[in-house]
């Protein structure tokens, strides 16, 4: 990998083209699921990819590339989510009951939750609670890291993770219940 960078470093496009073959699916996922559309998810990854080949001199390799590389997609594709939202712009919600509080994540591990349903409920949370439970759940960022990338306090950034969740435990609750209902009617 070491060598591909550096080949991308001296403007190869064929390095750069296998570094893109090597990241897109990720990049374009980890898009997606912050911006909620197929279409502003693809323009942002082919921005993010523009803007590592032209800044590839200050990769200084102190992180993993792909993690670098993420890090770009993931401003960028907030970056746009603030540019082009076309509904009304809501408020961070601030207040946190408790520091300690912790949402108990074992309704997340359940095997009997399919990931696309996961995946479902959580593109239907507000935005906020989107990204939020997003960058913390799939990307595994802490929540300092959070709080740096939304541009919010730490304490802010563990509320809305822990709101996120708690309103996901929901969705995926009453998704459960919807579907036994439907089992038992199909008999």
């Known amino acids: 990998m070491k060598e591909l960078i550096a080949r991308c470093k001296k403007g190869n496009k064929g390095a750069q083209m296998e570094i893109y073959k090597k990241y897109f699916h990720a990049m374009y996922n ?19 990819f523009l ?15 792909g993690a670098w590389l993420k890090r770009i997609v993931i401003n960028k594709s907030i970056t746009a989510l603030k540019k082009y939202k076309q509904t009304e712009t809501h408020s961070l919600e601030i207040a946190y009951e408790s520091s300690d509080e912790e949402i108990d994540n074992s309704v997340f591990l359940s095997d009997d939750l399919n990931v696309k349903v996961i995946l479902d ?11 939020g439970v997003t960058l913390h759940l799939i990307e595994g960022y ?46």
């Open 30 to 48: 980890t898009s997606y699921r912050i911006l909620n559309n197929q279409y502003e998810a693809e323009d942002v990854m082919q921005e993010a």
């Open 121 to 131: 409920c959580i593109q239907k949370l507000k935005e906020n609670y989107r990204i």
């Open 142 to 187: 802490d929540y300092e890291e959070i709080s740096s990338i939304m541009n919010i306090s730490y304490d802010n950034s563990r509320a809305i993770v822990s709101r996120a969740k708690g309103k996901l435990r929901k969705m995926l609750i009453d998704n459960s219940e919807i579907s036994l209902d439907n089992r038992f009617k199909r008999k």
């Open 51 to 65: 803007a590592a080949f032209t800044k590839m001199d200050s990769y200084k390799g102190e992180v993993t590339f």
